[in-house]
């Protein structure tokens, strides 16, 4: 079951014409990436604090459909996806009252800290992403409607 985080776009995350802009969008989505992986229990400290194994963003965008502004209250939908055995991929849904308002995707990659080399997913990320995938039918036949 994909997880979904809600948020009210705040003052600093608007750019001077009122609107949020495109750093804000994906450290929103960075916060949703946090919440959702300290709902699945493992712990955020432990995670990101002198951790044997990291996973950096290897590649990020967004789309933009409709400007955002301070107040609005967001829901943003994670749908992360296994890329292989070494390399995952977040897509985030951002909604204003059930409209969707921007998507985002991040794509990660599991290294070793010290040597920086490429390394399989960690049990617990990969229970991670078991657990948060969506219907990769409903996911397929959504990207497929998108295109036309």
Same mark, same amino acid.
């Given at each position: ?15 001077? *014409? $009122?609107? &949020?802009?495109? @750093? ?7 916060? @949703? ?6 709902? %699945? ?9 002198? =951790? ?18 301070? $107040?609005?209250?967001? %829901?943003?939908?994670?749908?992360? +996806?296994?890329? $292989? ?16 308002? *921007?998507? *985002?995707?991040?794509?990660? &990659?599991?290294?070793? &800290?010290? %040597?920086?080399?490429? +390394?399989?997913?960690? =049990?617990?990320?990969? +229970?991670?992403?078991? @657990?948060?995938?969506?219907? *990769?039918? $409903? ?7 998108? @295109?036309?």
């Amino acid at each position: 079951m994909p997880f979904t985080y809600n948020r009210t776009v705040h003052f600093a995350d608007t750019d001077a *014409a $009122g609107v &949020v802009f495109f @750093a804000k969008v994906l450290s929103i989505c960075h916060e @949703a990436y946090e919440a959702s992986i300290a709902v %699945s229990g493992i712990d955020l400290k432990d995670f990101f604090t002198h =951790p044997l194994v990291a996973f950096p963003i290897v590649h990020a965008n967004v789309d933009f459909f409709r400007p955002m502004f301070c $107040g609005d209250e967001l %829901s943003i939908n994670l749908i992360p +996806q296994k890329l $292989g055995v070494d390399k995952f991929e977040i897509a985030y849904e951002i909604l204003i009252a059930d409209v969707l308002v *921007a998507k *985002a995707i991040t794509r990660h &990659v599991c290294i070793d &800290v010290k %040597s920086r080399i490429k +390394q399989e997913l960690t =049990p617990e990320i990969s +229970q991670w992403l078991a @657990a948060n995938r969506r219907d *990769a039918e $409903g996911a397929e036949r959504r990207k497929s409607r998108e @295109a036309m």
